[in-house]
């Protein structure tokens, strides 16, 4: 089946640093979407990103679909950054997004 | 515009019984999807609704049905409550034409099964 993996499982940051989020994925992408799983549980869009670049202020995030996989970058990371990332990958065929297993973020002061 | 919206907020329930979850989708949306979302997980895909009828379904028993009326609101049905049911639910929503498959998420019901 579908695999998606994302790396790392966790990483704990200082205010002002930057970070890069990966996800890998098993087959060719139709859509791919980078979210970010807030404390009550509701995953917030970031990027809808089937491939090349996108930049939304401190966030950007690229997929190269030819390798399967795909990046989202943090800059001078804030403490309301913390939270799961997850990245959603649909396949050519089919509907579902199929999720990673997320990366814990946790920016300190 | 009002994104996606789902009630109830937060569930309890014994196990046996049964469990009726709702979902709004976004202006413009036709198509809901529902996921799973064990703790310390990803969500988990249950099954899909458009044009009122299931379209693609993950790997879940048919404990789980759901329905899809004609203003694309969604109902997701839990018979025979398991103590392993206990999640978060999420309901995302999407348009199906072409080129527009970003799914929008909505605030989630969080089920308890004691």
């Known amino acids: 089946g579908i695999q998606v993996e994302q790396s790392p499982p966790d990483l704990i940051l200082q205010e002002g640093a930057n970070s890069t989020l990966r996800c890998n994925f098993s087959?060719?992408?139709?859509?791919l979407q980078w979210f970010h799983q807030n404390p009550w549980g509701q995953l917030i869009n970031l990027f809808y990103?089937?491939?090349g670049t996108k930049q939304n202020g401190r966030l950007s995030a690229t997929t190269v679909a030819t390798e399967r996989y795909s990046l989202l970058y943090i800059s001078s990371s804030q403490t309301t950054d913390s939270g799961v990332y997850f990245c959603?990958?649909?396949?050519?065929?089919?509907?579902?997004?199929?999720f990673g297993e997320g990366t814990q973020l946790t920016v300190n002061p | 515009d009002a994104g996606v919206t789902q009630s109830p907020t937060h569930l309890i329930k014994t196990r046996g019984q049964q469990v009726t979850l709702r979902c709004s989708p976004k202006?413009?949306?036709?198509?809901v999807s529902w996921y799973q979302q064990a703790l310390g997980q990803g969500p988990q895909f249950i099954f899909q609704?458009?044009?009122?009828?299931?379209?693609q379904r993950g790997n879940f028993p048919d404990r789980f049905s759901g329905h899809q009326f004609p203003n694309y609101s969604s109902e997701l049905n839990v018979n025979a409550l398991l103590l392993g049911d206990s999640a978060l639910y999420l309901c995302?929503?999407?348009?199906?034409?072409?080129?527009?498959?970003?799914?929008?998420f909505g605030p989630g019901t969080r089920l308890t099964v004691l």
């Open positions: 995302a929503s999407s348009w199906r034409g072409v080129g527009h498959n970003e799914q929008f």
């Open positions: 087959d060719s992408v139709n859509n």
């Open positions: 990103i089937p491939s």
């Open positions: 959603g990958f649909k396949e050519t065929s089919g509907s579902r997004l199929t």
């Open positions: 202006s413009g949306h036709d198509t």
């Open positions: 609704y458009y044009e009122e009828e299931e379209r």
